[in-house]
């Protein structure tokens, strides 16, 4: 793994965040010139498929991504310098998603010269993850062709996550009317976005998943008013939500619409809940091997992947977006034999 440990340390040295990952993927593509393999590029995205490809196999697509958030306020160390101190490895990137990102490389180079595989592997370093853009993974799936599994790389402790919560935004106003503070005028907008919020803190969505549980809004922003004596006729919040795969997040719109008087407008509904079925030949090998399955309440590029898919890599989400993030190589290790085991002899048709 020496050889991708040095690849990780590359990557942290650059910054990568969101929509500028242009240096990230720069190193990755010279890592498959310098490795003789033929690769894809689109925008800041880079794929390439094994050496020995056969029509009519299934195709497993190997994938994670290459941008970061902003460094974190709290750093006592530099977030671009790839450090190693007692086997750990700290750095910007390094856990969420470095480390599962060059241990899926590493994974894809082993099979990649083998015949015969029972399956074709595609490996795909992707961008704007972080903030569920466009231009990654999603951009590049109609260029893969058709596509049996994914095996997303994030940090999971090896763990596989079978089913991904949706997200989805919306922003809500209250109307009010406008008035003097001192007198009984108006109709204060803050008073009914607060009735509003009070009925979202209090819902219920009927059903329940075993997997991902129950559907979780949470008000996360809140505006309004201009000056001291006026009494606001807007109120605008804003609501997280993380849907279970029995709403899409078209009807957990309806319904949040039906319950509050505020205009409720979503962001996007692309980001719907996903899964795979607990019998899928890759949930039942990760169990023979004595992998934990959990349904994940944070989102990544599983969203945008309309086919089964299972979040899985070497590392701890806990560790994602906080300050002097890092990773244990010895995880990486580890988990480069459960990718390989998993892997081995997978038979999906």
């Known amino acids: 793994m020496d050889k991708y440990i040095n690849l990780l340390k590359s990557l942290i040295s650059v910054s990568s965040l969101s929509r500028n990952e242009q240096d990230a993927a720069q190193i990755i593509r010279n890592f498959f010139t310098e490795s003789k393999v033929r690769f894809d590029s689109k925008v800041n995205n880079t794929w390439v498929r094994n050496q020995f490809w056969k029509e009519g196999l299934p195709v497993v697509l190997l994938n994670s991504h290459i941008d970061t958030v902003k460094p974190a306020s709290g750093y006592t160390r530099n977030p671009f310098s790839p ?107 803050i008073y009914k976005a607060i009735a509003d919020i009070e009925k979202i803190r209090n819902y219920k969505f009927e059903k329940v998943s075993d997997i991902l549980g129950a559907v979780k809004m949470t008000v996360t922003i809140l505006n309004s008013g201009s000056q001291h004596n006026v009494v606001p006729d807007l109120c605008s919040f804003t609501v997280d939500v993380r849907t279970n795969e029995f709403y899409s997040n078209q009807k957990a719109c309806d319904i949040i619409t039906e319950l509050v008087d505020a205009d409720v407008v979503p962001r996007s509904f692309r980001l719907n809940s996903s899964g795979i079925p607990v019998a899928h030949p890759i949930v039942q090998r990760g169990i023979s091997l004595g992998l934990s399955y959990y349904g994940s309440p944070t989102t990544s590029d599983q969203a945008v992947i309309p086919f089964p898919s299972v979040k899985i890599g070497p590392g701890d989400s806990a560790r994602s977006h906080t300050a002097d993030e890092y990773i244990l190589i010895s995880e990486m290790e580890e988990g480069f034999k459960i990718y390989v085991d998993l892997l081995t002899n997978l038979q999906l048709r």
């Open 83 to 189: 450090d190693v101190e007692n086997g750990i490895l700290y750095g910007l990137g390094s856990n969420d998603a470095g480390g599962p990102l060059v241990t899926l490389l590493a994974v894809f180079m082993y099979f990649n010269s083998m015949e015969n595989l029972p399956f074709n592997l595609i490996y795909a370093a992707t961008a704007e993850e972080e903030i569920s853009g466009t231009n990654g993974l999603e951009s590049i799936l109609g260029e893969l062709g058709t596509l049996d599994l994914a095996i997303v790389g994030e940090p999971t402790k090896m763990q596989m996550a079978i089913a991904e919560k949706g997200l989805m935004v919306l922003d809500c106003t209250a109307h009010g009317k406008s008035g003097h503070a001192a007198r009984e005028e108006g109709e204060n907008a």
